[in-house]
């Protein structure tokens, strides 16, 4: 029995504890937003439960000045930011950023140097009209990157330098008009690329030789007429290929018996006779 008022005092001083932890990681939380754990799935398709921070649509006009230490995710997307600029103590951790549909105009204004751990990037649906060289350098980690649905009319060759881990890329729906292999050289690992929906004119032969790894391929609604026979060289491990809603007339058998292990073809929407 006399131990009951040092059991009560250590049961008290653990209860004052949890609430202090709890109060701090609120007052961290960004006004508006929801701090909490959710379900997450990493590119390589692993679950985990993720410290995420969602800030998505509240008309933000800034990046959070303060967030949770401990933040993995960041969703950010449908608000009007058009910079990013953040704080000293800016979570190292993060590994999920959305910043879809926003007022990013270039990506020169996305400070990138204190992210190194981000594995997803999502800058789709805002105004980006350029990649310039290394210009996501920073990011050696990142896995999975979307700038689809903006306005891209220029990549620089070595846009994509330093992203030797990248998995996933999307370029659909865009500007850009012609397929440069060089923008490939620095994505030794890339297994998907879609790059469709865009005003490209036509496509070159070894247009896609450094992408030895890659396994799925979306060149769909660029209104190709014809598949040049070497177009498809190097792609040793490709499994999936779709060029539908395009102006194909012919199957281009020549180009794709380059493609040794192809288990998937998309010609639908081709005027093929």
Known sequence: MKDMPLRIHVLLGLAITTLVQAVDKKVDCPRLCTCEIRPWFTPRSIYMEASTVDCSDLGLLTFPARLPANTQILLLQTNNIAKI??????????????????????????????????????????????LPEKCLSELSNLQELYINHNLLSTISPGAFIG?????????????LQMINSKWFDALPNL???????????????????PLINLRSLVIAGINLTEIPDNALVGLENLESISFYDNRLIKVPHVALQKVVNLKFLDLNKNPIN
């Not at 270039?106 to 789709?124: A, F, G, W």
């Open 163 to 175: 992203l030797h881990n990248l998995l996933r890329l999307h370029l659909n729906s865009n500007r």
């Open 191 to 209: 297994e998907i690329l879609m790059i469709g929906e865009n005003p490209i004119i036509r496509i070159k032969d070894m247009n896609f030789k």
């Open 85 to 130: 600029e953040y704080s000293t103590d800016f979570p190292v951790n993060l590994t999920g950023l959305d910043l879809s549909q926003n007022n990013l105009s270039s990506v020169t204004n996305i400070n990138v140097k204190k992210m190194p751990q981000l594995l997803s990037v999502y800058l789709e649906e805002n105004k980006l009209t350029e």
